[in-house]
Nanobody, 122 residues
């Protein structure tokens, strides 16, 4: 049974940092691209970042480039999202997801976690 479990969300102030983790099980983690998406209330789910199966390539949404860093540890079946210089507009539920394809289309991701809430106060 495939499981993706996010953790690390919380309430922080603008300018603070958070690190999200996503622990995967039930499939061969090291052969999948991993991505992070987010969804704010009343908005569509949007792409945040993706990382190739080896970790050698990364891809970011323009809105987070330079502030967020995606990484993975295949030995631990875990993907991370380091979020620095957080802004109120980063407030959303953050989801990790797995795909064979390195892109920003949510429809291409096969497995999804339940999400973790990130709230940034001004």
């Amino acid at each position: 049974q495939v499981q993706l479990v996010e953790s690390g969300g919380g309430l922080v102030q603008a300018g603070d940092s958070l690190r999200l983790s996503c622990a995967a099980s039930g499939y061969t983690f090291s052969t999948y691209v991993m991505g992070w998406f987010r969804q704010a209330p009343g908005k569509e789910r949007e792409f945040v970042a993706a990382i190739s199966w080896s970790g050698g390539r990364t891809y970011y949404a323009d809105s987070v480039k330079g502030r967020f860093t995606i990484s993975r540890d295949n030995a631990k079946n875990t993907v991370y999202l380091q979020m620095n210089s957080l802004k109120p507009e980063d407030t959303a539920v953050y989801y990790c997801a797995a795909s064979y394809n390195m892109n920003a289309r949510a429809s291409d991701y096969d497995y999804w976690g339940q999400g973790t809430q990130v709230t940034v106060s001004s």
